[in-house]
């Protein structure tokens, strides 16, 4: 297991799309409760002012590093990340060999695309047991009610979508009330793309590093966290470096 590397003080795990689902597939077999997180460059701006977001990314099993920018930024830091693992395609890669043992919940987006989502997962493994799924909130006074919920269905894996940092600080500090969970993971926009009612961009684009521009041109409302993603990212990744040496496990 290579050590995590370092961005603006957050850690990251430099593995490929199968490592991650070797991982959450041990944990889903290990006693204990894992956080899995998908940072992207936004979500480590956000973490740099946030700093309950921050504990949450220092807390968690494993973060994947979701987004093209942070292996840019590794390499600039003289760091390395093997390449970009997204929420959607781990959870596509994890859940289509998953045995029915391990049940799954799915949490949030808006209503009916979580049931959408299951209906598409379902389809890709036969054997794939979804216990629930539920739009809910990420608000505090909604937190009982999901929690009963939950409980009453015992899911092993729990995919929660209420995009970040919410989904994350939910977990973090839901997690022990929901004993059987095993592993939990921040998913983001993963139900609307399952449920098709987000779509990524071309596999050229994603494979040239611009899936970015191809969200500035669906969801023109998304353009400041882009600004934050593509220009305040890399310029404070440059500023910690020049004031704050990178840290190294
Ligand atoms: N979402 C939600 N409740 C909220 C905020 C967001 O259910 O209060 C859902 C939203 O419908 C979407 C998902 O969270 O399905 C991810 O949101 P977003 O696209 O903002 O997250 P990203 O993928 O960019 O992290």
Redesign the pocket.
């Known amino acids: 297991m290579s050590p995590r590397i370092f961005l603006l003080g957050a850690p990251i795990d430099p593995v490929v799309e199968m490592e991650a689902v070797e991982r959450i597939y041990t944990m889903l077999r290990s006693p204990g409760q894992y956080h899995v997180m998908t940072p992207n460059s936004e979500m480590l701006v956000e973490a740099c002012r946030n700093e309950s977001f921050l504990n949450a990314l220092l807390g968690s099993a494993l973060n994947l590093p979701d987004s093209i920018g942070l292996k840019w930024m590794a390499h600039f830091t003289r760091q390395s990340l093997p390449e970009r693992v997204t929420g959607v395609d781990t959870v596509t890669a994890l859940v289509k060999e998953l045995p029915a043992e391990h049940a799954v919940f799915l949490l ?3 209503e009916g ?1 979580a049931q959408r989502a299951k209906e598409v997962l379902e389809k890709m493994n036969p054997h794939l047991k979804i216990v629930g799924t539920y ?1 809910g ?2 608000a505090e006074e909604d937190a009982r009610a999901i929690i009963d919920l939950i409980r009453q269905v015992q899911p092993h894996l729990l995919l929660v ?4 940092p ?1 989904q994350d600080l939910w977990i973090a500090r839901y997690l022990k009330e929901l004993p059987s969970v095993r592993v939990a993971m921040g998913v ?2 993963t ?2 793309f399952l449920a098709g009612t987000a779509l990524r961009a071309p596999r050229w684009m994603r494979f040239v590093g611009l899936e970015w521009f191809w969200r500035v041109l669906r969801e023109p409302r998304r353009i400041k966290r882009i600004w934050n993603a593509v220009v305040v990212f890399p310029l404070l990744v440059v500023w910690y470096g020049r004031n704050a040496p990178q840290r190294k496990e």
């Open positions: 949030g987006a808006a695309v739009a909130s990420p979508a209420y995009g970040a919410k983001g926009g139900f609307d």
